[in-house]
């Protein structure tokens, strides 16, 4: 009897820190949608080695739309590709979510304040808020193959 009592005891742990796990996983490759819910491009969320979460856009699904620049951004990233942009940075861990960032509208050249966490209900879509005083949106980038 103890042992069953044991066994259960640990496959309940093994799941909760599952779970925990999978709510934590931001990490990897996130395909980002337009409106219309079009793919426009894969983006990679990546840790720092001084803890600084950021977002790189590794591919741009339009071939035709690869060698774009992002003309409207300000500073560095003016006229760089936005293919190999890193769009998102400043990001850190803060309970679920990790937050504390910023992130850029290529085709704008705005700046926002960021926050991102997995979706509680599946931990293959990621939600990416973008925040402007008041106003923000929330979008919802599935997790790439």
């Known amino acids: 009897m103890k042992k069953y009592i044991l066994f259960s005891v640990i496959f309940i742990a093994l799941g909760a ?3 925990v796990n ?27 080695d001084d803890g600084e979460v950021c977002g790189k856009v590794v591919r741009i699904t339009k071939e035709e739309d690869r060698d ?10 003016k ?3 936005i293919e190999g942009l890193q769009l998102m940075h ?8 990790y937050s504390g960032g910023e992130i850029i509208h290529p085709k704008s050249g705005k700046e926002y304040k960021v926050k991102i966490w997995v979706d509680e209900n599946d931990p293959d879509k990621l939600k990416v808020r973008g925040y402007l005083a008041f ?3 929330t979008m919802t980038w599935e ?3």
């Open 17 to 19: 820190l599952n779970a």
């Open 135 to 137: 106003f923000y949106k």
């Open 143 to 145: 997790r790439a193959e």
């Open 68 to 77: 774009k620049l992002c003309t409207a951004c300000k500073g560095d990233l």
């Open 22 to 48: 999978a709510q934590d996983d931001i990490f990897g490759e996130w395909k980002c949608t337009n409106d219309e819910g079009k793919v426009n491009s894969i983006v990679k969320i990546y840790q720092k």
């Open 79 to 81: 006229n760089k590709p």
């Open 90 to 97: 400043g990001l850190r861990k803060d309970g679920n979510e």
